[in-house]
Nanobody, 122 residues
Framework: QVHLEESGGGSVQAGGSLRLSCTSS????????IAWFRQAPGEERKGVAN????DGRSWNVDAGRFTISQDENVVYLRMNILKPEDTAMYYC???????????????????WGQGTQVTVSS
């Protein structure tokens, strides 16, 4: 399996920006889709964005503020105009299925990073 490690989280004021990084190592060739998820305390883990490593196509839940991109073995999540409701632990995950099949549910993602905390104050 691929090993994933997130970085770039932190505490920002509402309206600020962060860029999260997901660095892959190990069996990188097994991954066809990388996705970002987030989970606030007491809530379900929810998909934020994914990017297909084969064709570069991507999808995200808030295209007006969030952008997912990939450069070599790093997948980024750029988050602009952050809101307090964006506060969560952010995880990246890898799927052996292409994104069109993996989607943004957790079921088909078998490799996960440890998470990076994002806190947005009002």
């Amino acid at each position: 399996q691929v090993h994933l490690e997130e970085s770039g989280g932190g505490s920002v004021q509402a309206g600020g920006s962060l860029r999260l990084s997901c660095t892959s190592s190990g069996d990188i060739s097994s991954s066809k889709c990388i996705a970002w998820f987030r989970q606030a305390p007491g809530e379900e883990r929810k998909g934020v964005a994914n990017i297909d490593l084969g064709d570069g196509r991507s999808w995200n839940v808030d295209a007006g503020r969030f952008t997912i991109s990939q450069d070599e073995n790093v997948v980024y999540l750029r988050m602009n105009i952050l809101k307090p409701e964006d506060t969560a632990m952010y995880y990246c995950a890898a799927s052996r299925f292409p994104c069109v099949l993996a989607g943004l549910g957790t079921l088909d993602y078998k490799s996960w990073g440890q998470g990076t905390q994002v806190t947005v104050s009002s």
